[in-house]
């Protein structure tokens, strides 16, 4: 089993910048592809960046490519978001989810991830 926490999230201005944190224990993140989904109200829970096991490959949104970069820390177990020129429409719940098992795959449905934290808020003002 794999518990994700995430945290970093908040209220920031349009234009502001947040670093998303998501911390696992439970086994090592090494061999998991990790990606960031987003829910906002109302809304389907949507993609927004993947990063494969070793960091080498990453694929984004169309909605953040250019305002967003998702990384990891294998040693620290830990993945980040880091969210600039962030919009109003960026508010939203942010989960990170793991998946075992893909390689070099990148994969953007939510049902492909095995493991899921319990979200944390971002919200932007404008």
């Known amino acids: 089993q794999v518990q994700l926490v995430e945290s970093g999230g908040g209220l920031v201005q349009a234009g502001g910048s947040l670093r998303l944190s998501c911390a696992a224990s439970g086994r090592t993140l090494s061999s998991y592809n990790m990606a960031w989904f987003r829910q906002a109200p109302g809304k389907e829970r949507e993609f927004a960046a993947v990063i494969n096991w070793n960091g080498e490959y990453t694929y984004y949104a169309i909605s953040v490519k250019g305002r967003f970069t998702i990384s990891r820390d294998n040693a620290k177990n830990t993945v980040y978001l880091r969210m600039n020129s962030l919009k109003p429409e960026d508010t939203a719940v942010y989960y990170c989810?793991?998946?075992?098992?893909?390689?070099?795959?990148?994969?953007?449905?939510?049902?492909?991830?095995?493991?899921w934290g319990q979200g944390t808020q971002v919200t932007v003002s404008s």
């Open positions: 989810a793991a998946a075992d098992g893909l390689g070099s795959s990148l994969p953007t449905g939510a049902g492909r991830y095995d493991y």
